[in-house]
């Protein structure tokens, strides 16, 4: 079943290309040496693709008078152009001779799968889950001469260490630098690799299948960690939540059957509350305020000064327009003193 788990990893081989810029024969080389630059190939440096030409050049060398071929100095010419020596011997003398090479222009896959960083992992039911998100990804990825976002990072699949409960890791996916691609120094990069599965192993007896799970499940996380799924970790310490909006009460009293017993309640309430001892000692405060209001006088006084009656009657005018708000302001308080002995009691 393990070779199960090594499927990502062999399609990833077989259909991911290297960004490194390699080295092969240059035009003329390979004008002269066809099959053996044929041969050579693409190589990492130009002492290598040398030493490939070499190889080829003795496994189809019919000459018995040539022998002792060996790989020799390369020699840069400028950054992209080398000469690279190789020689044998004819007839018992030394041959010198040498190849030409070129740098090809580095091309950048536009996603690579990286190894994420051991961590620990937490159990639910039968399953382990990777305590770790991409949201810890924060330095950008240079892989091959290419450089790649760290804010691109996406989840992938998530293992234990082998032989461990307690430590697992994800492999996640990063997209290139399209407004900068290139880069120097190698930096951030582990391979991805495959572990043990999240969920584990369990025995159906003799001639049955062992039941583990190929890490194919997604935890309905936010795409990083999780049971072998493009998940993040089953939990990282937040929570999603869906606002269902703002309620419509009204739509919910107004609505049907629901409004006549709504009409009936309020109805019930307001007939309770004026047949309580509360309700009827408001309802006389408020009678005895009215009859208070109709029933009384201002006071008014007359003065005489040089032969001349003054009246002072200008606060009754006053009064009048104030009155209502008065009324209503002490109406208000000896109200809540009420309800709060009321309360008390």
Same mark, same amino acid.
């Given at each position: 079943?393990?070779?199960?788990?090594?499927?990502?990893?062999?399609?990833?081989?077989?259909?991911?290309?290297?960004?490194?810029?390699?080295?092969?024969?240059?035009?003329?080389?390979?004008?002269?040496?066809?099959?053996?630059?044929?041969?050579?190939? @693409?190589?990492?440096?130009?002492?290598?693709? %040398?030493?490939?030409?070499?190889?080829?050049?003795?496994?189809?060398?019919?000459?018995?008078?040539?022998?002792?071929?060996?790989?020799? %100095?390369?020699?840069?010419? +400028?950054?992209?152009?080398?000469?690279?020596? &190789?020689?044998?011997?004819?007839? +018992?003398?030394?041959?010198?001779? *040498?190849? +030409?090479?070129?740098?090809?222009?580095?091309?950048?896959?536009? @996603?690579?799968?990286?190894? !994420?960083? =051991?961590? $620990?992992?937490?159990?639910?039911? =039968?399953?382990?889950?990777? %305590?770790?998100? %991409?949201?810890?990804?924060?330095?950008?990825?240079?892989?091959?001469?290419? /450089? &790649?976002?760290?804010?691109?990072?996406? $989840?992938? *699949?998530?293992?234990?260490?082998?032989?461990?409960?307690d430590t697992g890791f994800c492999n996640f996916s990063v997209?290139?630098? /399209?407004? /900068?691609? *290139?880069?120097?120094?190698?930096?951030?990069?582990?391979?991805?690799?495959?572990?043990d599965p999240l969920t584990p192993s369990t025995d159906p007896?003799? !001639?049955?299948?062992?039941?583990?799970?190929?890490?194919?499940?997604?935890?309905?996380?936010?795409?990083?960690?999780?049971?072998?799924?493009?998940? =993040?970790?089953?939990?990282?310490?937040?929570?999603?939540?869906?606002?269902? $909006?703002?309620?419509?009460?009204?739509?919910?009293?107004?609505?049907?059957?629901?409004?006549?017993? &709504?009409?009936?309640?309020?109805?019930?309430?307001?007939? =309770?509350?004026?047949?309580?001892?509360?309700g009827r000692a408001m309802i006389e405060f408020k009678e005895?305020? #009215?009859?208070?209001?109709?029933?009384?006088?201002?006071?008014?006084?007359?003065?005489?000064?040089?032969?001349?009656? @003054?009246?002072?009657?200008?606060?009754?005018?006053?009064?009048?327009?104030?009155?209502?708000?008065?009324?209503?302001?002490?109406?208000?308080?000896?109200?809540?003193?009420?309800?709060?002995?009321?309360?008390? #009691?």
């Amino acid at each position: 079943m393990k070779a199960i788990y090594l499927l990502p990893l062999l399609f990833l081989a077989a259909f991911s290309s290297s960004a490194s810029a390699g080295w092969k024969c240059s035009g003329s080389t390979a004008s002269s040496y066809a099959n053996d630059c044929a041969t050579a190939g @693409v190589q990492d440096t130009p002492e290598a693709l %040398v030493s490939a030409f070499v190889n080829s050049v003795i496994g189809s060398n019919t000459n018995v008078n040539r022998k002792d071929y060996k790989a020799g %100095v390369c020699t840069m010419v +400028g950054t992209t152009n080398a000469n690279c020596a &190789y020689s044998y011997t004819s007839f +018992g003398n030394v041959v010198n001779n *040498s190849i +030409g090479a070129v740098k090809e222009a580095v091309v950048c896959p536009g @996603v690579v799968e990286v190894r !994420g960083p =051991d961590a $620990g992992t937490s159990k639910i039911g =039968d399953a382990y889950f990777v %305590v770790w998100s %991409v949201r810890t990804v924060t330095s950008d990825i240079c892989h091959n001469s290419c /450089s &790649y976002l760290a804010s691109s990072a996406k $989840g992938g *699949s998530c293992y234990l260490s082998p032989g461990l409960t307690d430590t697992g890791f994800c492999n996640f996916s990063v997209d290139l630098n /399209s407004a /900068s691609p *290139s880069c120097s120094a190698e930096a951030g990069y582990t391979a991805p690799s495959v572990g043990d599965p999240l969920t584990p192993s369990t025995d159906p007896g003799d !001639g049955g299948d062992d039941g583990s799970n190929p890490g194919g499940g997604d935890d309905g996380g936010d795409g990083d960690g999780g049971n072998g799924g493009d998940g =993040d970790s089953g939990f990282d310490g937040e929570l999603s939540f869906s606002n269902p $909006g703002s309620l419509n009460a009204d739509a919910v009293i107004d609505n049907g059957v629901n409004a006549v017993h &709504y009409g009936v309640f309020v109805r019930g309430m307001e007939v =309770d509350l004026n047949e309580s001892g509360f309700g009827r000692a408001m309802i006389e405060f408020k009678e005895n305020i #009215a009859a208070a209001g109709s029933g009384g006088e201002c006071p008014t006084a007359e003065i005489q000064i040089l032969g001349t009656i @003054v009246s002072f009657d200008a606060h009754c005018i006053l009064f009048a327009q104030i009155s209502p708000i008065l009324s209503a302001a002490f109406l208000a308080f000896w109200s809540l003193i009420a309800l709060r002995v009321f309360l008390s #009691a």
